[in-house]
């Protein structure tokens, strides 16, 4: 049985999100910041295509808009060191 594709869709918002992503103490900007991901991938297209990547621009947002509670995910939720990043990339 397949999954429809708008579920992936989804999921992947949501890891990118995850991995990119802060708002301490400040649930409601998380679930902001999600549901304009989604809704963002059905508004801003054009032709059946995104415009923008709906994620960062959800993130570009919240960002803006948020006054400084909310921020891009911190250096040291890697560990501080360069080395998981290039793991990742090389992944």
Do not use: D
């Not at 959800?58 to 040291?76: C, D, E, F, N, T």
Request: no cysteine.
């Amino acid at each position: 049985m397949r999954a429809p594709l708008s579920l992936f869709s989804g999921v992947i918002s949501g890891l990118g999100l995850a991995l990119l992503f802060s708002a301490p103490g400040n649930g409601w900007l998380m679930l902001l910041v999600s549901w304009l991901s989604i809704t963002g991938k059905y508004l801003v297209t054009w032709r059946g295509h995104h415009l923008y990547n709906p994620t960062n621009l959800a993130l570009v947002i919240v960002l803006v808009l948020s006054g400084g509670q909310a921020a891009v995910a911190p250096a040291y939720q890697w560990g501080g060191a360069w080395q998981p990043v290039a793991l990742i990339f090389a992944l």
